[in-house]
């Protein structure tokens, strides 16, 4: 009757065939110690209890598994934090340097800024420069004409001091004062070339065609009976451009200089 159960039992188990290796390991193990004592425990033993053995083994094997995948998803969340606080410190780094570009910008706008200043202050010293030059020369012609000024008072008959004085207001562009004093000069010298030449200018300037032209053609007359030729030639040009023309053509109501005898 033992042995039928034994049969129905092992006929009943055959889906479990798959115990019997728990089985066999388990018998492998006892007879490392004591074999024969152990084969002669477990012999008689139904198969169920090894079968018992098996689940019990596999549900460590479970929560061995359980636990490394628990093991796992911590790891997977804990890069998935490192990796959301890495794209938070790009983001940060992303922020940081769009602010550096923006300060840079405004950097190279402060630099454009003060290169423009420095042109600026160039331009302006250079100016500064100009003016300081001219007020030189107003203040050099103004102690020209206050020096010939004095010698007319102690020699009215000074035809030369007239006409350096003359010559002064004329650089000044005073044209009226300046044919004063050349006219002076004239009268107390009527052979005064240089005199009628610069009055023909100064009236030039004036709009005076006529009164330009005779002066300029009686300097070269002058000139040519003194023999100055060069400036016989230039005062006879210079009446010829009036004549044609009509005045002297210039930029500024400042007569050149080059037109003027010193």
Known sequence: MMEDRRLNSRRGLEPLEWGATGLTVVLAVAAAATQQTILTAIAPLPLSLAVGLNLVSRKKLDDR????????????????????????????????????????????????????????????????????????????????????????????????????????????????AAILDYSEAIRINENYAKAYHNRGVARSTLGDRKGAVEDLRTAAKLFFDQGDISSYQRARDLAKRIHEVGSIEQDSKEVPLEILFA
């Not at 302006?124 to 100009?130: A, G, N, P, V, W």
């Not at 300081?132 to 008959?157: A, G, M, Y």
């Open 65 to 176: 598994f359980q636990a490394f995948v628990q093991q796992q998803e911590a790891k997977i969340a804990e890069l998935v934090a490192s990796q959301g606080q890495q794209q938070s410190e790009l983001g940060n780094l992303t922020l940081a340097l769009s602010q550096v570009g923006d300060r840079l910008e405004d950097v190279q706008k402060q630099v454009m800024q003060l290169n423009q200043g420095a042109r600026d202050l160039h331009d302006y010293t250079r100016i500064l420069d100009t003016e300081q030059k001219q007020i030189e020369e107003v203040l050099d012609c103004l102690r020209e004409i206050e020096k010939n000024t004095q010698v007319i008072q102690v020699d009215p008959s000074h035809a030369k001091a007239y006409y350096n004085r003359g010559l002064t207001h004329q650089r000044l562009g005073d044209a009226e």
